[in-house]
């Protein structure tokens, strides 16, 4: 029975999307072989140049946003993390809704805030920071226009009960 159950398991986790692509090669895999590993993106951008930019993120309790690119003929480019400082860095003020979205994905639904005295619309966006602490950063947008206004990070607590500590949660 135990062999059984084993077996279930395994079976189960099997057809279970992949979180981060694994297997996944750039320049050999097919847009078929990405939906096969991946499943269904988030969203999905058509590139001027006939290929297809692809989101997937893995939150809440995930701390990342794989975007993959693919060329014309659905193979694909590069696949990558883009919940990293080095993407943030690339927002800039004025930006559109949909240019944040091309750079580092959707937000968290549900973590998504208005504020009516400010009328500003904050994004936000759970991630690993560079000293391997979970960390949140948020992109906050002048509502009427949708441009991004600033950008703002800020590290989680870092201690849980117990003495856990966060940190294991966001090792590389």
Not at 12 to 36: H, K, M, T, V, W
């Amino acid at each position: 029975m135990k062999n059984f159950i084993a077996l279930l398991f395994a079976l189960f986790l099997g057809g279970c999307a992949s979180y981060n692509g694994r297997g996944l090669q750039p320049g050999i895999s097919y847009l078929d072989d990405i939906q096969r590993t991946m499943g269904e993106p988030a969203i999905r951008w058509r590139e001027a140049s006939g290929g297809e930019r692809l989101a997937y993120p893995r939150g809440p309790s995930g701390f990342h946003t794989f975007m993959l690119e693919t060329d014309k003929n659905g193979l694909l480019l590069s696949l990558e993390n883009v919940l990293e400082p080095r993407h943030f860095a690339r927002l800039r003020e004025g930006m559109t809704q949909d240019e944040v979205l091309r750079i580092i994905g959707p937000p968290q639904p549900h973590w998504t805030v208005y504020f009516a005295a400010r009328d500003e619309l904050v994004w936000e966006w759970r991630y690993c920071d560079d000293y391997a602490e979970s960390a949140r950063f948020d992109v906050l947008f002048d509502n009427t226009s949708g441009k991004l206004r600033t950008t703002m990070s800020r590290p989680e607590s870092t201690g849980l009960p117990f003495g856990r500590d966060r940190r294991e949660w966001c090792s590389r």
